[in-house]
């Protein structure tokens, strides 16, 4: 019988998925064995009609990549689940939107806006980029930008999520042996909806330093300080996102002495990231005094920004009322 | 929606602690104090319990405001946790005000058991400045806004 | 008249389209090279912490991360005005290094390197890794996948992870390294030095042994007489960490030499409506269109300008195949795009040597890797030498370090202009009379790879890999022929 | 839809259905809240009446409901009656949730539209909460029979009697050498007069005698561990230097120790005692303690007097602080309060012009067995005074100060005056703001006392000064102070002056506070569990607070207090074992991280960390279920039954009806 069809499609996304699996070294090799990839971009020769011609559900395993900027990729991501058992999130911008996610801070018109008003940007004119635009030669177009980004779950029934910026690539390697395992019947599969290649609890489960009760009486600025690099960098002072972030990357950043900045999202459960942060934050803050707690949080120069880094776009909120109203 | 003729009516989720905001408007209640009807209460043990998901779900959900209740400073009946609910009070409106969501949109009560008067006033107060605000109606990419439960009730 | 539609990754995938237009007369009037992406880092950088940009624009390409990550942290250096220790330089640029030794191997073994050893006109099939493989020997594949290994481990011992480093901040780094970590660093470099001497190695016996490539190589159909851009250190030798942005013209004498701080003084991007990419020339040049000359202020940013624009290798064995390099291809400056390939592999062998270099700096262990910011934070520039080109972040914040404006000039983005033009001029050699070379799609594919354009930060093409479909329509605009063909 | 829900609107006769459609509510609830699992939906006229409390119980036996909900009045009302309702049919009575559409709803609105909409979203809500509701236990945990009583003044002794002649164990903890308290320092005892000591002293022996009374003087608090019916509580005796199990009390020591110390304590400074000493005579339990910070021996290494003349070789200079643990139930603070310090107020003088007395230094002045024998004499030893001021509300009712009443200061500046005249015949004037006698016989005294012929004059003092301005202030104390009444200045000269000072919490409340984990008011009294309904409870279960601790009283309401305190203790003794809400803070070990930010996030010690797997944990009987950790986790890893995320999270979608226009976040496609 013919091997299960492998696919992996790249959204809105930097290309840190891809290089994370390209990471994985020889163990690609297992998936070539295992699988027969049947569209891969980055990789391999292969068209989206292609696709199209294929049956529903032929593809066995689809890792998608990215998050849904433009009408393209939502276009792909429908066509992609459509054709595929296994859909999985595959990093933080299908999963949670990432740091491309922040754009929904604000309208996408500004966000066009400022990338054409540099001070470099030569614009006498004031051109703004047209999905479709009549030159002298005839039409042509390029696609349209979503008014703010969404996350695959917010755009297709998505199977399993697989977080990281990018997944670890010991994580990769686990994921896909698992799944191999379990096309061999040696393994079962985690229930629907599962997050995949991570922990159940949060970074500091896995960070190597010290740490004591809690209480914060000033928030700092990791360049600002010499900080201990023993000691819990939050206790610190230093805004650490490690406490809610899902563990699974073995608490890269903070053992490397930076913060960390939540690349893998919410811990297994949570509702909202950013609230969790918000109310963990404020509930060490050492003080009861009006005053001085604004005083405290002035220390902390962007919350909504630290809080909702990787996951404004997956948040309750999911954007600011700027951005909606375009 | 409201037509042009009935005036914009605030859907209010409230917050209150089982112990002194919830009691003082059971005090307005066997007092016969009246208020505006747009606020719908919960009941949580204590502020401090207050989990400023529930305040993003409310908002998100199609409330137009939130009202977070507690006793006075001092008098908790955990001792010091609605000191905790206001700290989380100052750092979530922070983040709130960068979500383009204005300031007067949560609110922060500090009502005893015996303050079922001012309970009562300070909602009418808070629905009058709500409905100057005028509606929320948070956009979810791709869904339905979802807003005051008026038609949906009457329809 | 007729439209010819080139769909790297077809129109519904999008990452990055070609679309030729024909005259009456069934020759190319017009070519358009479309990027459909944006995702305004310019704007929601905005409101952020100056330290969270080396994290922030990281994101901006996952295939080039780490010059997204040292441009910021130097943009942010600057914005607090801050001196960063020898060893939290050294230390930078020893990541970089390694970095650049990865990246380059990955390009000329994976994706531009196969066009050269298996040739042009082998089989598509043929023409990717695995034919190097059995062409070179087995061994090589190893020693690429060894190559990368290594590199990703300096990355992370330096940068703490090996996708997206984290610990550059403002005034140096979070963490510096142990003396055992130096063996280590040095002993991998040391081979990166015989890996990069053994590729050259490759390419001399394939490549110049064989004249056809040679005859390939100095062609008209990639040459472009344009401006060169590049870094260099105070002796004008060619540094990707830091220094001076040196222009050399189509004549290769040097046309201007900017602190980065003025780059703006001398770079404007010209706007067009049909993409979401910017096209940077020479502001005080002028734009001309997308022309080459002295005239039009088109200029390139790749290993060949960087040659172009040093006057040699800060290392001797890199410096001893610069002067190779040269005297081969008939002297300075080199106009053939091909020639990127055989400058990356001298850029290579220098980021081994500098590698080596570093890691065997008496200071590199030393734990003064950072100084604490003193100054109020206002404007900074950032620039390094990213693998494909000039990379600059430009930052402005408020007296809390907050970020109130930001303005980024991405590595390929310099090219955009001259790989348009080279598909242009590949097009108008072989489209002739409205009929269609079948070497079209090689022979652009070829264009485009030499510029190993990455676009990550914009279409997510990983460098080079340009899955290619040409649809060419009749004056009715029914498809008459369909050409496929891809990288590998 | 796995779960039968069935939902009760309730009409309470015309209070609720007089604004709220309950008719159209029920109807609407069993049409929209299909989806939700309601069965049924039915409107009666009381639900709490045992016919409406049937129609459920009917309900859930005949149609197998496995959650009920009842639209009617305030939890805090019936919220029990239908629980235990639910738990007649067989159903665990924490399924079953009572929403407010009364107080909440019809009694405070008008609209009657708006009214019946807001019902209908409230319904909405409490089924969508109950959907998550799990069935529960209260927690049950046993009484230790044993109570901590902390603090040896009247309220303290009361209490320690009323519980051990019930037949219980106490330990009374005193951290002076002797009980007895401030009482022990008075002289007479207002309105009856009679003597402190005489109506004290028995009391006192009774407590040194009692057997189920383990009395630990000389001793202090240090630790407490634990909760309501098992606290461990260490406590740390202090050397007295005297082996307790041989001395007699007979008093050769202090009689043969020659060094004199004044004594700052029980005499307020008026006199002195030995370095060896008992307090004073009538002191329980009898044995002294050597003071071994003026002790010669231990500032110069030799004397030991003492020790020389002990008939039984009691004297053990190298006694060392001794730490005991005991095991108790419930806890009694009656750590009483400390004497405004008069200092404070320089215009007053106290400190500088020698015939400036406090109120607690006149109490020895006027004690028999006081520095003067009982003679009401001047700082020289002889001369009696002919006119004594008696200012009221020194350091009380002032902002500057204490803004509260003192309670006492009236009745004891009319004592004062009383015996002033009784012993010394001298003219006495009175300052006050406003005289308040509210207490039994209190006002009958004062009348006495405006027979008796005591000057008032009513304004409060500016100043007491010996600033002479007419030859006839000479050598006198001189009174400033307007007379509102006649509202002109006046300037009374005087020979003794008495500062009714104020009383205050004890210096170290707050600590003590902390100590057992109870709150202090602004003033640091010790907050009571309700101002009215509960003045002896504090917000902590298992402990209790008497006397002065709690706020200014005078001695009835001390003892008093002291005996309530004693019967809440006991009934909780009686009931040896008790059940807590089950309203608690769980945390998840495999999702905790061990960040310990939840550590210090709970006012009562209810979490701990584990350094061994670095994970924290709640202890459910400690833990009161406020839910602030539950909110506080980063890692989500905390979860309130009785109020979990998932049950407020479906109660706010319950209230703006999303569960009825969206039963989830849709997905396109």
């Keep these: 019988m013919s091997k299960p069809k492998f696919a992996m499609y790249w959204a809105a996304s930097c290309g840190g998925c891809e290089i994370a699996v390209l990471n994985i070294h020889e163990k690609i090799l297992d998936v070539d064995a295992a699988f027969e990839v049947v569209f891969w971009p980055v990789a391999m020769d292969a068209k ?138 040696k393994a079962e599969l985690p229930p629907k909806g599962a997050t995949i290649g991570a922990g159940t609890t949060t970074v500091c489960d896995d960070c190597p330093r010290k740490r004591n009760l809690k209480t914060i009486k000033e928030f700092g600025r990791i360049q600002l300080m010499k900080a201990d690099p023993e000691l819990c960098l939050l206790e610190q002072g230093i805004p650490c996102n490690g406490p809610a972030t899902r563990n699974g990357c073995n608490a890269r950043c903070p053992s490397a002495g930076a913060q960390c900045i939540g690349c893998y999202g919410p811990a297994e459960g949570v509702v909202d990231y950013g609230a969790r942060l918000i109310s963990a934050f404020a509930s060490v803050i050492d003080s009861n005094k009006p005053d001085e707690i604004d005083k405290i949080l002035d220390g902390l120069v962007d919350p909504a920004g630290q809080f909702y880094r990787f996951n404004l776009a997956g948040s309750l909120l999911r954007s600011s009322k700027y951005a909606q109203k375009g | 929606m409201t037509e042009e003729s009935k005036p914009f009516e605030p859907v209010i989720i409230g917050f209150t602690c089982n112990w002194c905001s919830y009691r003082a408007a059971d005090m307005a209640g066997t007092a016969r104090m009246k208020y505006a009807p747009n606020i719908r209460l919960i009941r949580l043990m204590c502020s401090g319990r207050l989990d400023p998901t529930f305040v993003f779900k409310a908002f998100a959900g199609g409330a137009d405001a939130v009202l977070i209740s507690g006793c006075h400073p001092g008098d908790c009946h955990y001792v010091e946790q609605n000191y905790k609910a206001m700290r989380r009070f100052h750092l979530l409106k922070r983040v709130l005000v960068q979500m383009g969501i204005e300031p007067g949109r949560l609110k922060l009560l500090w009502a005893s058991a015996a303050e079922g008067a001012i309970f009562a006033a300070e909602i009418n107060k808070f629905t009058e400045e709500v409905r100057a605000l005028g509606p929320l109606n948070w956009a979810q990419p791709g869904e339905q806004v979802s807003t005051p439960i008026m038609e949906e009730v009457t329809a | 008249m007729q439209r010819i539609t080139i769909d790297p990754i077809t129109r519904l995938e999008g990452h990055g389209k070609i679309e030729i237009f024909l005259n009456e007369q069934g020759n190319v009037t017009n070519t358009y090279f479309q990027i459909p992406e944006l995702r305004g880092f310019e704007r929601f950088c905005v409101g952020r912490p100056v330290e969270e940009m080396p994290l922030l624009t990281n994101r901006i390409c996952g295939v080039c991360p780490e010059a997204h990550h040292m441009a910021a942290a130097k943009a942010a250096d600057a914005v607090y005005k801050v001196e960063v220790p020898r060893t939290g330089k050294m230390l930078r640029e020893l990541l970089y290094s390694a970095f650049y030794a990865t990246d380059h191997t990955t390009h000329f073994y994976a994706l531009g390197g196969p066009d050269f050893i298996m040739g042009p006109d082998a089989p598509v099939a043929e023409r990717n890794i695995l034919g190097v493989i059995h062409k070179v020997g087995l061994e090589i594949g190893g020693k690429v996948i060894q190559m990368r290994k290594f590199g990703h481990t300096v990355v992370e011992m330096i940068g703490g992870r090996k996708v997206h480093p984290c610990t550059s901040i403002p005034g140096g780094l979070t963490k510096g390294i142990t003396e055992e970590q130096r063996k280590e660093i040095e002993q991998m470099g040391r081979w990166a030095i015989e890996f990069a001497q053994f590729s050259l190695q490759a390419f001399n016996d394939i490549v110049l042994g064989n004249k056809t490539y040679v005859d390939l190589i100095l062609g008209d159909i990639y040459t472009h ?98 002067e190779k390099f040269y005297s081969t291809l008939g002297g300075k400056p080199v106009h053939q795009r091909l020639a990127i390939h055989w400058a990356r592999l001298i850029e290579l062998l220098y980021a081994a040597e500098r590698w080596v270099e570093l890691a065997t700096d008496p200071e590199i262990t030393s734990p003064n890797f950072h100084a604490i910011p003193t100054a109020v934070p206002s404007e900074g520039v950032g620039i390094v030498e990213a693998p494909r080109g000039t990379l600059t972040h430009h930052y402005w914040t408020d007296e809390r370090g907050v970020v109130t404006k930001v303005n980024l000039i991405v590595g390929t983005t310099n090219n955009y202009a001259p790989i348009t033009m080279s598909i242009k001029k590949a097009a108008e050699n072989l489209i002739k009379k409205g009929n269609v070379n079948e070497g079209l799609l090689n022979m652009v594919e070829m264009a485009f790879r030499a510029y190993d354009p990455c676009f990550g930060c914009a279409t997510h093409s990983l460098p080079g890999r340009m899955p290619l479909e040409i649809t060419i329509h009749d004056a009715q605009g029914n498809p008459i022929n369909n050409l496929k063909q891809f990288c590998d | 839809m796995s779960e039968r829900i069935g939902v009760y609107i309730c009409h309470c006769g015309t209070n609720i259905a007089g604004i709220v459609d309950v008719a159209d509510v029920s109807k609407w609830a069993g049409e929209k809240l299909e989806d939700n699992g309601v069965v049924i939906s039915r409107d009666y006229k009381f639900m709490c009446s045992s016919l409406g409390q049937e129609l459920i119980q009917k309900d859930i036996k005949e149609k197998n409901l496995t959650r009920v909900v009842v639209a009617a009045c305030s939890p805090h009302l019936h919220e029990k009656t239908f629980r235990n309702a639910s738990k007649g049919a067989g159903l665990n009575p924490y399924l079953c949730e009572l929403v407010s559409i009364r107080e909440q709803d019809s009694w405070v609105h008008t609209d009657k539209v708006a009214a019946t909409q807001k019902a209908k979203a409230i319904v909405s809500g409490g089924v969508a909460r109950v959907m998550h509701h799990e069935a529960l236990e209260p927690l049950r945990v046993p009484i230790h029979p044993a109570t901590l009583v902390v603090g040896g003044g009247i309220a303290g002794i009361q209490a320690a009697l009323e519980i051990a002649d019930a037949g219980f164990q106490v330990y009374l903890v005193e951290r002076e050498p ?14 009856t007069l009679d003597c402190s000591a005489c109506i004290l002293t028995p009391k006192m022996v ?30 740390k005796k202090k050397p007295r230097y005297i082996k307790t199990e041989d001395c007699t009390g007979c008093g050769i020591c202090w009689e043969k120790c020659p060094k004199k110390v004044v004594d700052n304590v029980f005499e307020a400074g008026m006199g002195n005692r030995k370095a060896v000493y008992v307090p004073f005579p009538q002191a329980v339990p009898k044995y002294p303690v050597i003071d071994d910070v003026n002790c010669t021996y231990y500032l110069k290494g030799t004397c030991k007097a003492c020790e020389k003349f002990c008939p039984t070789n009691a004297i053990d200079f190298n006694q060392k602080p001794e730490e005991i643990t005991v095991e108790v139930g419930n806890i009694i603070l009656a750590t009483g309060y400390d004497l405004f310090d008069a200092r404070r107020i320089p215009q007053y003088g106290y400190g500088k012009l020698a015939n400036v007395y ?113 030859p006839e202030e000479e050598g006198k104390l001189i009174i400033q102070v307007e007379d509102t009444l006649i509202g002109k200045q006046r300037r009374i000269p005087v020979d003794m002056v008495v500062l009714s000072a104020g009383i205050q919490s004890r210096h170290d409340s707050k600590e003590v506070a902390k100590l057992f984990g109870i709150s202090c008011s602004a003033d640091n009294w010790f907050i009571e569990r309700h101002p009215k309904l509960d003045p002896v409870a504090t917000m902590t279960e298992g402990i209790y607070i008497a006397g002065c601790v709690q706020g200014p009283k005078d001695i009835p309401a001390s003892v008093s207090q002291g005996a309530a305190a004693a019967a809440r203790v006991l009934g909780k003794i009686q009931q040896k074992e008790i059940a807590l809400e089950p309203v608690r803070a769980t945390i998840n070990q495999d999702q905790c991280s061990g ?8 006012p009562f010690n209810a979490i701990l960390f584990h350094e061994d797997n670095m994970v924290s944990e709640v202890n459910p009987a400690l833990c009161q279920g406020c839910g602030t950790c539950v909110a506080g986790c980063p890692a989500g890893a905390i979860s309130g039954t009785g109020f979990s995320n998932e049950q407020v999270l479906s109660q706010i979608d319950g209230l703006l009806l999303l569960n009825i226009s969206r039963m989830a976040v849709p997905v396109e496609s």
């Design chain 3, 225 to 322: 007489k344009t401006y060169y851009m590049g870094m260099v250190d105070e002796k004008n030798k060619v540094n990707f960490y830091d220094g001076k942005v040196r222009v050399v013209g189509p004549d290769g004498k040097e046309y201007v030499k900017y602190e980065p701080k003025d780059y703006a003084a001398h770079i404007a991007e010209h706007v067009e409506p049909w993409t979401y990419l910017k096209f940077p020339y020479l502001k005080n040049v002028g734009w001309k269109g997308f022309v080459d000359g002295p005239e039009s202020g088109v200029y390139m940013a790749t290993p060949l300008s960087r040659l172009n624009a040093s006057d040699g290798m800060a290392t001797p064995l890199a410096q001893a195949e610069y």
């Design chain 4, 206 to 235: 009774d407590v040194g005698n009692h057997a189920n009374i383990t009395l630990l003087t000389w001793s202090e608090v240090m630790k407490v561990d634990g909760y309501v019916g098992n606290f461990a509580v260490t406590i």
């Design chain 4, 358 to 470: 406090t109120s607690l230094e006149f109490e020895r002045l006027c004690n028999a067995a006081g520095p003067t024998g009982g003679n009401i004499v001047l700082r020289d030893g002889k001369t009696p005074p002919k006119t004594v001021g008696i200012v009221h509300c020194v350091g009380s009712r002032d902002k500057n100060y204490n803004g509260y009443c003192s309670a006492i200061c009236c009745m004891q500046s009319l004592k004062f005056a009383h015996l002033v005249r009784e012993r010394t015949g001298a003219e006495v004037y009175n300052f006050y703001i406003d005289i308040r006698t509210p207490s039994k016989g209190y006002e009958e005294f004062y009348q006495r006392l405006l027979e008796e012929g005591t000057r008032f004059v009513r304004g409060k003092v500016a100043e007491i000064t010996s600033m002479a301005r007419v």
């Design chain 4, 595 to 602: 960040c310990r930010i939840c550590n210090n996030m709970c």
């Design chain 1, 48 to 185: 989206y009609k292609d696709v199209e011609a294929m049956a529903d559900g032929e593809i066995t395993l689809c890792l998608f990549n990215g998050g849904m900027r433009n009408d393209e990729n939502e276009h792909i991501a429908h066509l992609l689940r459509k054709k595929s058992k296994i859909m999985v999130a595959f990093g933080s911008c299908a999963c949670e939107g990432c740091i491309p996610g922040l754009a929904n801070f604000s309208p996408i018109k500004e966000i066009i806006d400022t990338a054409f008003t540099t001070i470099t940007t030569d614009n006498p004119e004031n051109i703004r980029p047209q999905s479709s635009f009549t030159m002298p030669e005839g039409i042509i177009t390029i696609p349209t930008l979503n008014p703010v980004l969404k996350t695959l779950g917010q755009t297709v029934d998505v199977d399993y999520f697989m977080p990281g910026c990018p997944p670890e690539s010991h994580q990769i390697e686990a994921v896909v042996g698992l799944v191999i395992a379990a096309l061999n019947g």
């Design chain 4, 178 to 191: 002797s009980i007895g308290g401030h009482m022990a320092q008075f002289d007479k005892t207002f309105p």
